[in-house]
């Protein structure tokens, strides 16, 4: 299990590797006589860095969570500092401040130099953990509603995706069961009926199994936390599909928080239909009930667990962002 494991106190992964990058390259400019101007990063930690200098990436891999910085890149000329020296000097200062002020740096992350300069963060099974306990939980989306809002307001005014889109797929969308609506709320009904069902049969206890009306976020109560971790610490959802939709939650929380420096406009339906298809591979491949119930339950609940985590997303990007109704059921 994960008990007394130190919770993250940012929202997104993204958000907090840039926070690290930052006060890192604060640290290692004062000892290298670097002036701040000559770097250009914006100490802003809230609006991050127009020029895309504290940027970070989730890698597509289906074995591991893997982030990548081009820091020491993009920095290397600046400072005229080797790129591989500048890169290996920023993962020190990353392990002071592990040492310092953010203990869960070096419980959390495996950090790495890799080929040209590149800086690997390679995220630990409690790290993993530590994150989906904090979904299940509401952290990662109620805790920074004016973050939402202002996502919301960008998208209603970025590349044609306004409220006269959002307003083409309540109406037609939905009467006509447009296929990518149709997907999206077909898969939050899903998660809603089967964490209901699952609270009837006892596998798990949520706090409002019976509201009429669509909680928040579907709060398991029992068991917490999660059993996201094997007794050796090690994840307990390792499937191909379930791998997939854990990096797909962690990338749309960065897309909520922290977003590219590109300023490209972000398609959200897009988004949520990924979301929405992903979690129905999910479900598809991955058994929650039957002999997985009775002969693995700590496998069981925390796939449902995933349920809980992907429910108040799908409901986010439904209702804030294209403006239709997320269902209890269909």
């Known amino acids: 299990m994960n008990e007394d494991l130190p919770m993250m106190d940012f929202p997104a992964i993204a958000y907090a590797l840039r926070l690290y990058l930052q006060e890192a390259m604060d640290l ?13 990063f914006d100490r802003d930690v809230q609006g991050w860095n127009a020029t895309g200098t504290f940027d970070v ?9 893997l982030y990548v910085s081009p820091i020491a890149l993009r920095l290397s000329k600046l400072s005229r500092i080797p790129t591989a020296d500048l890169a290996g000097a ?7 401040l592990g040492e310092e002020r ?11 130099v890799a080929e040209r300069g590149w800086i690997h963060w390679h995220l630990s099974d409690l790290a993993i953990s530590a994150w989906l306990q904090g979904l299940v939980e509401g952290e990662g989306l109620e805790s920074q509603k004016s973050k939402v809002k202002s996502q919301k307001k960008k998208a209603l005014g970025q590349g044609g995706r306004g409220e006269k889109v959002a307003s083409v797929l309540s109406t037609e969308g939905v009467a006509n069961q447009d296929s990518a609506i149709f997907t999206i709320q077909y898969a939050h009904a899903r998660c809603c009926s089967l964490l209901r069902m699952a609270h009837r049969e006892g596998a798990i206890a949520l706090a409002e199994a019976d509201a ?4 928040t976020h579907w709060c398991i109560v029992s068991p917490k936390p999660i059993p996201w971790l094997t007794g ?5 959802l390792i499937h191909p599909a379930e791998r997939t939709l ?26 949520a239909l990924d979301l929405g298809q992903t979690f129905e591979t ?9 002999e997985v119930k009775t002969e693995d339950p700590h496998l069981s609940q925390a796939r449902l667990g995933l349920f809980a985590a992907t429910q108040p997303f799908l409901r986010l990007l439904l209702e804030d962002f294209l403006a239709v109704s997320a269902p209890l059921e269909l």
């Open 246 to 271: 854990i990096s797909s939650l962690f990338v749309l929380l960065d897309t909520l928080y922290c977003p590219s420096s590109s300023g490209r406009a972000i398609d959200w339906q897009k988004i």
């Open 102 to 112: 953010y203990p869960e740096i070096k419980l959390y992350f495996t950090i790495k």
């Open 28 to 40: 290692l400019s004062q000892k290298l006589g670097i002036a701040d101007p000559d770097i250009g």
């Open 57 to 65: 990436y989730q890698f597509q891999d289906k074995t591991q969570i």
């Open 212 to 215: 009429e009306m669509t909680p």
């Open 90 to 96: 920023i993962v020190d200062e990353l392990y002071g």
């Open 232 to 236: 050796e610490k090690k994840l307990r």
């Open 282 to 290: 999910f479900y598809s491949r991955c058994r929650i009930w039957g």
